[in-house]
C-alpha cells in the first residue's frame, strides 16, 4: 500500500516547492520509489514551467505531465478563482483519481499545497473545496514549510493550531532560508515549544540536498 505526505505552508511563496523538491529527491536518491501529486496550480503556462515540474526535474522522478497534475490554470490567483475565470472547476473525483494514479506505481507520493493552509480550491454553487477537503479525502498527515526568520512563530503556531482543530496531524516542520544567529535559533526552540511538533530541517539559501534522514522522511508518510 503507497503511503501519503501533504506537504503546505505558512504562505504562498514561502518554498514548499524549493523544500519539497529537495525532500523528494533525498528519498529518490537513497532508493525509495517516490511520486509527486499537485491538485490544481495557478499562475503556470505548462507542467514543465510548474511547481509540479520543478520538483519532477529537481528529483529525476520521470513522472509524465497528467501523472503530476490535475488542474492547470494559467491566470496568477488563487485555484477557485482560476477556475471559475477559467470554467474549469475541480472536482473531488479527478483529485482522487489523480492520487491514485500516481499511488498505483510509487510507495511514497508526496503532494504540495497551494498559498497558505487556508486556500479555496472551489467555490461556486456545487462546491466549497479548501485544501484541507483534499488532505481529509486522501486521509494524509501534513508536514509545514516555514520561513527560519522574523514572524515565524506567529504564521507556524496559526498553521497548526488551523490543522489540530480540524484533527488534521501535523508531522513536523521544515525551516527555510535559514541561516542561523540568535533570532532563527530562538525560533526553533519556540516553535517546537507552542507547537509540540519537531524542527525536523532546516534549509539554508541556495541549498541543494535535505541535511535529514531518508529512513526519518519515509516515516512521515502515511
Ligand atoms: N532555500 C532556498 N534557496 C534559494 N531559493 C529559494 C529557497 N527557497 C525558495 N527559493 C526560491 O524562492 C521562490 C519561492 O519558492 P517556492 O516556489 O518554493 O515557494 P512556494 O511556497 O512553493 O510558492 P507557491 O505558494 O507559489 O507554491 C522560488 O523562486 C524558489 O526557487
Ligand atoms: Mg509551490
Redesign the pocket.
Known amino acids: 500500500m503507497s503511503k501519503g505526505l501533504f506537504i503546505t505552508?505558512t504562505g504562498?511563496?514561502?518554498?514548499?516547492?524549493?523544500?519539497t523538491a529537495l525532500l523528494v529527491k533525498r528519498l529518490h536518491d537513497a532508493g525509495y520509489n517516490v511520486g509527486y501529486y499537485k491538485a490544481a496550480i495557478s499562475g503556470a503556462d505548462s507542467v514543465a514551467e510548474s511547481?509540479a515540474g520543478f520538483v519532477n526535474a529537481t528529483a529525476n522522478l520521470g513522472q509524465s505531465d497528467e501523472e503530476l497534475l490535475s488542474y492547470l490554470y494559467k491566470t496568477a490567483v488563487s485555484p477557485h478563482l482560476a477556475a471559475k475565470l477559467e470554467d474549469n472547476p475541480v472536482e473531488k473525483e479527478m483529485v482522487i483519481k489523480g492520487y491514485q494514479r500516481v499511488a498505483a506505481t510509487r510507495d511514497f507520493v508526496t503532494l504540495?499545497g497551494?498559498?497558505g493552509i487556508v486556500c479555496p480550491i472551489r467555490y461556486d454553487e456545487v462546491g466549497h473545496y479548501f485544501l484541507t477537503d483534499i488532505i481529509n479525502w486522501l486521509h494524509l498527515p501534513t508536514l509545514i514549510?516555514a520561513d527560519a526568520g522574523l514572524g515565524t512563530i506567529n504564521t507556524v503556531v496559526l498553521t497548526v493550531e488551523y490543522l489540530k482543530a480540524r484533527h488534521i496531524p501535523v508531522k513536523g516542520i521544515i525551516l527555510?532560508?535559514y541561516t542561523g544567529g540568535t533570532m532563527q535559533e530562538d525560533n526553533v526552540y519556540m516553535i517546537e515549544e507552542l507547537t509540540g511538533c519537531k524542527v525536523l530541517a532546516k534549509?539554508?539559501?541556495?541549498?541543494t540536498e535535505l541535511a535529514a534522514d531518508p529512513a526519518m522522511l519515509a516515516g512521515l508518510y502515511e
Open positions: 505552508g504562498t511563496d514561502i518554498g514548499k516547492t524549493y523544500v511547481d504540495e497551494s498559498g514549510v527555510n532560508n534549509v539554508a539559501p541556495g541549498d
